[in-house]
């Protein structure tokens, strides 16, 4: 049976909100574009150590903010071929049968062409980086879109390649924003984002489990789960985060040199050392308590997706925010020393 001639139970319980247009913008899925933070991690580090001083401040903006459009066009549109494909489960799940092809709102080959042109204009988008940097981040986007073609067509069935799968494309989020100014990422940069995003789509799939009430019905909306186990899901997400933080916390230690401020001078000692501390160290407490509290909540089936979490749960949130601010007014006292 095809997606054109499926049946759409869920259209009858929960009537889609809105008309056409409102379900294409639903399926574009624009409250995902928070991803598009990862593209943006690079150059505000990178500016901070003085490595972009040289570049002007407009086509800084103009680069970084045309590669952030153009990773989250492809995101929609890789988000629109991806529901294509998961009609059928998706009108089984709890959550996402409300979804605009589950519920009928968007007809198939309207969305067919949509998320064709979202790709085309994501593509389009880089037009505006600096010619030099222009073929890396559209080879980068290319990259991404390709990768997550493979996982809606594949991958997604195949135990921890699935997870692998979706954790690259934060990394080549990362790649594409350093590409765009033309900076190199650091090691400890590229590992975070790759542990953080293996802990996001492991918690993901604990949260469905627990969500969910069973493997059996776990396994109806996502084939994968048959392979997991929840004491293998409770370990991998528990092992991620501890090495989302440990790469987090050394990439801190390593900018040691760079963020130390020094509160007082100590006068007549024997080594004329100051009392300071590495600024950037403040940034681990608040992560350290999203994190936390994130597993907590996976483990309580509270939620079935940890980027929910981030938007609903409060105290994730206010980590959050003191994480964001922090992290701006120690570079800003990093950029602008006494």
Not at 89 to 94: E, K, N, V, Y
Not at 251 to 273: I, K, W
Not at 308 to 314: P, S, T, V
Request: charged share 15%; aromatic share 8%.
């Amino acid at each position: 049976m095809t997606p054109e001639t499926l049946p759409n139970p869920a259209s009858q319980d929960d009537p889609p909100v809105g008309g056409l247009i409102a379900g294409l913008i639903r399926l574009a899925r624009p409250h995902q574009w928070t991803k598009g933070i990862f593209v943006l991690i690079g150059p505000l580090f990178a500016i901070a150590d003085g490595k972009l001083s040289d570049m002007p401040r407009t086509e800084l903006a103009l680069a970084v903010g045309l590669t952030f459009l153009g990773f989250c066009l492809a995101a929609s549109g890789c988000y629109v071929f991806n529901d294509l494909a998961d009609v059928q489960r998706d009108q089984a799940h709890p959550r996402k049968r409300r979804r605009p092809l589950a519920c009928g709102q968007v007809p198939v080959g309207v969305a067919k062409v949509f998320g064709i042109l979202l790709l085309v204009v994501s593509l389009g988008s880089v037009l505006g980086v600096p010619a030099e940097l222009r073929i890396w981040v559209l080879g980068l986007i290319l990259l991404y879109i390709v990768n997550v073609m493979l996982y809606s067509s594949g991958l997604k069935h195949i135990v921890i390649v699935d997870v692998l799968s979706l954790s690259s494309g934060f990394v080549l989020r990362v790649l594409g924003g350093c590409a765009a100014v033309g900076v190199t990422p650091s090691t400890w940069l590229l590992n975070a984002t790759l542990f953080l995003s293996m802990f996001l789509a492991f918690g993901k799939r604990l949260g469905e489990r627990r969500h969910m009430g069973s493997q059996e019905d776990a396994t109806a909306v996502r084939d994968v789960q048959q392979h997991y186990s929840d004491q293998m899901l409770r370990m991998f997400v528990v092992v991620t985060g501890v090495a989302t933080l440990l790469t987090y916390t050394g990439y801190v230690q390593s900018q040691e040199a760079g963020y130390m401020y020094t509160f007082a001078t100590r006068q007549g000692g024997l080594d004329g050392e100051g009392f300071g501390m590495n600024l950037l160290w403040i940034t681990v407490a608040p992560a350290t308590l999203a994190l936390l509290r994130t597993i907590t909540l996976l483990m309580r089936g509270r939620y079935d997706d940890p980027t929910e979490i981030a938007l609903r749960d409060n105290m994730v949130r206010l980590a959050g925010l003191i994480f964001v601010a922090t992290t701006v007014i120690v570079i800003w006292i990093h950029m602008n020393p006494a």
